[in-house]
């Protein structure tokens, strides 16, 4: 537990990651996902929406410390051009941000902040954010544990070996659970939750392709997309 909160959020120490904290992995988004949502449900019950919107996606990248938010920049300069394998890898490798990076980032964000600033909270919507934080860390350990990586070395190969199978019978039943408890109409919340395994499932598919397998990098894009995805489906009119 303490390594994958390590590893995800800047909480639990800086610690080596194993693959022994993968199972954690959903086990701690749908903790993060529950604070973030109760931090949206209590600030919009003292300021408007807007407000309460802004406070919201700064309590998520404060309790994930921008990591994934950083992986989704460095993914999106080097996914993104027209360059070869190798010249993507070097831009991932690359602290300062390009052009893709900045619009990348500037949309996700609009999006985010636009669907937390149009829905009404209640007392059960920290739940349904708890479903969708966990399928999305999910994302990440089954990722690394099922597509190949696409370096010789990094910080992620900690985590190659392991089997998916626990993750997936931790995070199904978890996040469905909290998807459907934290929305009406219940269906809602169970397909925001698919929603968000479907836009991560895209990310790493596209990042495959261009980069033969996934790293470090990839895992926070893949989850901030399932993410996104998933509020942009809790958004929708019915």
């Known amino acids: 537990m303490r390594g994958a ?8 120490g800086s ?11 959903p086990v701690v988004g749908a903790l993060i996902g529950l604070v973030v949502g109760a931090v949206w449900w209590g600030a919009a019950t003292v300021w408007p929406l807007p407000v309460a919107a802004a406070l919201t996606v700064a309590a998520d990248l404060t309790l994930t410390g921008m990591l994934h938010l950083d992986g989704l920049a460095d993914s999106a300069d080097a996914l993104l ?14 602290p300062r941000a390009g052009a893709f990076a ?27 954010l708890a479903g969708i934080w966990a399928v999305s860390r999910s994302a990440m350990a089954v990722t690394a544990c099922v597509v ?10 900690a985590f190659l070996g392991a089997s998916p199978t626990l993750i997936v019978a931790i995070t199904a039943p978890l996040a469905t659970a909290l998807g459907w408890f934290g929305t009406d109409p219940h269906l809602r919340g169970v397909l925001a939750v698919a929603g968000c395994a479907l836009g991560a499932a895209a990310t790493v598919a596209f ?12 895992l926070g894009a893949c989850g ?5 995805a998933a509020l942009l489906i809790l958004a929708v009119h019915l």
Do not use: M
């Open 5 to 12: 909160l390590g590893f995800l959020t800047p909480l639990g």
């Open 15 to 25: 610690r080596t990651p194993t693959a022994s904290a993968l199972p954690w992995f």
């Open 81 to 94: 051009p027209p360059v070869s394998r190798e010249r993507r890898l070097e831009i991932l490798r690359d």
């Open 102 to 128: 900045v619009a990348v980032v500037a949309v996700v964000l609009l999006l985010r902040f636009s669907v937390f600033a149009t829905i009404e909270p209640t007392n059960r919507t920290p739940f349904v």
């Open 148 to 157: 190949p990586y696409a370096r010789a070395q990094g910080l992620a190969t």
């Open 207 to 218: 990042a495959r392709a261009r980069l033969g397998g996934f790293t470090g990098d990839v």
């Open 224 to 228: 901030v997309i399932g993410e996104t």
